[in-house]
Structures are given as C-alpha cells and as structure tokens.
C-alpha cells in the first residue's frame, strides 16, 4: 500500500553550513542502496528532509532493507500517498490506513497535521480533531492521548497527501564519503569487520587489505575474507580489497628472530604494508579489529610496540569492547556466520607457544635490526605482486 518513505536523519541535520554535503551525500547513498531493489525510485530531498518516492511496484522488504543498510538513516517511515479529493474522501483512506498500518486495535494515537499547502480549506488543528473524530468512530476501542500517544499519525498536505504512521529504525551514523577514507586490516576474524562497519557508520570511506600466506593459508581462507568485505560493502559501498603475500616476510622472521617475539614483529611488518597502500589509496588513517586485553598481541604494552612503527593514526573502534559485545554486533551486522568458519590465519600458523605479553621496544628493535636488508626485497615483492580486488555488495 505505500509509494514513497520519509526518510529520517538525526546528526547529519547539525552540521550548519555543510548541511547540503551530508544531505546530497545522503541521498546518492540511498539511490545507491536502492539500485538492486526490484522498482525504480526517485530519491529528493524536500525542506530539510529526504524522499523516496516509487516509481513503480516495488517490493515493500527489499527496499525497508536495503535502506536500513544506509549510515546517515535514523528512522524510515513507509508513506502513502493521497490525491487531494475531498475531506470525506480523504478520512475514508485513513480509516483503511489506520486498519492496516496501527499495530492494535484498542492503542492510544493521535493525529499530527501539516499544511504545507496553504490554500487547503481547512487549519492543521481542524484536520487533525475532524480525522480522530472519525478514526474513533469507525474504531471505538481507540483512544485519543496527545501526550504519549502509542501511534502518532501524520498527515501531510501537500500536492498530494502524504499519510504514515510508522518509523522502522534506521542504523545511524552519518553518510559513507562525508569523511574520508581509511585502510581497513581485515582478517577473517570476528572483530575486523565490525571494527570496518564502526568506523564506516562514522562516515568514512573503508579500504581493506589482507595478509594471507599461502600455502599455509588456503583459498578458502582468502575467499572467507572477500566474503566478509561483500558484507560489510552492503553499508560501506564497494571497497578495494587488496590481498597481500606475506608469506615471504613471514618465514623469514621466523628464521631470523626470537620465536617468542614472531607475534609482534609480524603485526609491526603488516602496520608497515598497510600503511603503504593506505598511502597509494590516498587513506586518512588504519583501521584493525583490537581490543584490549583480549590476545597477546593486543596487552597495551604489545599495542604500544605495535603502535610504534605507524606514521598514520591507527582507529581501533574495538578498544573497550568485551568480546560477547563484538560478536553480538557481528550478528546484528551479519558477520558472524562467516567469521566462525574455521579456515586458518596466517598469524595463528606462525605463532609461537609462549608469545610476549609484554614486549619491551628496545628488545623488538634489536631483532628486528638482523633482519632489516633482505626484508626490504620481500617487502617490495609483497607490494609488487598484490592482487586488488574490487568487492561489491
Ligand atoms: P580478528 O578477529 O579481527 O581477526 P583477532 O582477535 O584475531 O582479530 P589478531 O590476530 O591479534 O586479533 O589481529 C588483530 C588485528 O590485526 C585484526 O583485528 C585485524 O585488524 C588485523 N589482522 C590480523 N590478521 C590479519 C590478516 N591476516 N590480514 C589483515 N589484517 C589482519
Ligand atoms: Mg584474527
């Protein structure tokens, strides 16, 4: 029964005079979003607010989730659309409106009228009480409550009039490209991906990359990852997936330094290759899946260590989750499935018994300082023979 949505956003409507950006930005992101929806849309925006109007037939589930997925969104209210033909006639669409679309027979409402169409013979105030009167005629279990009412009904004058009562929440944030970009380190873990979607909901454009180490890895590990970065595009848009050869790098850290440290020094070389295409892809800052505490590598004095070798911010969303917060987000986000399937991780093949929990950056330095020369080729041969793959929703 609807033709169109009202579409609700929150902090994007402060923004002062960059309001337009977010705005526009707003609405290519929900045209994007809607693309693959069976009907064709138009999406406006219209005093301060966003329209999707329908075109055509359009599948009612397909788009409300299609439009949940879009950051920026904070309420999506399905609307029907009512030519102008009269009060009677109008009253009698809301009263088939109202059986469809109030939850319950018997719940509090009111009705809320705007009349943006000034000759319209009739005042909000009127349109309002006459429209309860006759809801609470033809359903006399109704109540009216103008303070807290369980159903507020809008009525919209307009060219044509506009009628909706329900808001499905949308999931916040603010439009993806109103904030830059940043390179996403994406394992096939649980916590990467919803660090990816975090900071994607903030606004940001995520780029991704992941270090496998084949064969030690296999291609179902590597397909794993690409199937985690297709779901985290649903909201981000398409990301560059650069998969990277680590292998190289990886072995030869573990021949030349203390097995105790390979953990660490391996997390500083992949903060290093990552750092490098963040700057080919012109990125603000690194993105990873950390949280403190929660392995070896991620105690504060291992993160520090880490830390140490990036020229660029490094945004580590995670920092204070428990991990039942990461995976019940995960699910929400749709992650989780894919996440638990039980392929290997280079960083697991390698790793040592006892690791450091507590590495010292004297003592990383010095082994690292062995490795140095030779590491360099491998670095460039890792850059050189990296595959980018273009991942889309
Ligand atoms: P995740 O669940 O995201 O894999 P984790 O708990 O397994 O995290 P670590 O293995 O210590 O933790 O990795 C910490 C972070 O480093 C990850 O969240 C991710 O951002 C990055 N990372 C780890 N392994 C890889 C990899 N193979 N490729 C790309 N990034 C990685
Ligand atoms: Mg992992």
């Known amino acids: 029964m609807y033709q169109a949505f009202l579409i609700k956003y929150g902090e994007i409507g402060v923004k002062g005079k960059n309001r337009h950006i977010f705005e526009d930005t707003l609405v290519s992101q929900t045209a994007n979003a809607l693309k693959d929806v069976d009907g064709s849309f138009v999406v406006r925006k219209e005093n301060g607010r966003i329209y999707v109007q329908a075109q055509t037939e359009f599948d009612f589930d397909e788009a409300v989730e299609a439009l949940t997925c879009v950051f920026g969104i904070v309420g999506i209210c399905p609307v029907v659309l009512v030519e102008d033909e009269g009060f009677d006639k109008l009253a009698q669409t809301v009263i088939s409106f109202a059986r469809e679309a109030f939850p319950a027979p018997d719940v509090t409402f009111k009705v809320v009228t705007r009349r943006a169409r000034k000759n319209y013979p009739l005042e909000s105030m009127e349109v309002s009480s006459a429209l309860g009167e006759r809801l609470l005629e033809a359903f006399p279990k109704l109540k009216v409550d103008v303070h807290h009412p369980q159903v507020t009904l809008h ?26 970009r940043a390179m996403l380190l994406l ?20 780029d991704a990359i992941y270090f496998h180490a084949p064969p030690y890895t296999s291609d179902r590990a590597k397909q794993k990852v690409i199937d985690l970065a297709k779901t985290i595009a649903k909201y981000a848009g398409p990301i560059r997936l650069h998969v990277v050869n680590f292998t190289e790098m990886q072995l030869y850290i573990y021949e030349k330094c203390p097995h105790d440290q390979l953990t660490i020094i391996m997390r500083r070389y992949m903060m290093l290759l990552a750092e490098h295409f963040a700057a080919e892809d012109e990125d603000l800052g690194l993105i990873t899946g950390e949280s403190i505490g929660q392995v070896a590598s991620q105690t504060m ?18 920092v204070g989750f428990d991990k039942q ?4 987000l995960a699910q929400k986000i749709g992650t989780y499935e894919t996440s638990i399937l039980p392929y290997e991780d280079c960083c697991t093949i390698f ?5 450091v929990t507590k590495p010292n950056l004297k003592s990383i330095l010095k082994s690292e300082s062995h490795i140095t020369e ?13 595959e980018t793959i273009r991942v889309e929703a």
Not at 187 to 206: E, L, N, T
Not at 301 to 318: D, E, F, G, K
């Open 155 to 180: 009525v919209e004058i307009r060219n044509k009039i506009n009628l909706y009562a329900q808001t499905i929440p949308g999931p916040g944030g603010m439009p993806v490209g109103t904030a830059g």
């Open 187 to 206: 394992s096939g873990g649980i916590d990467s991906p919803v660090a990816g979607y975090m900071i994607a909901k903030r606004g940001v454009k995520i």
């Open 301 to 318: 004095q291992s993160m520090a260590v880490t830390n140490q070798i990036c020229n660029m911010p490094v945004y580590r969303p995670l």
């Open 325 to 328: 917060d990461i995976v019940d």
């Open 351 to 355: 790793v040592a018994k006892h690791p």
């Open 374 to 386: 030779r590491m360099k080729v491998l670095f460039q041969e890792a850059v050189d023979t990296a």
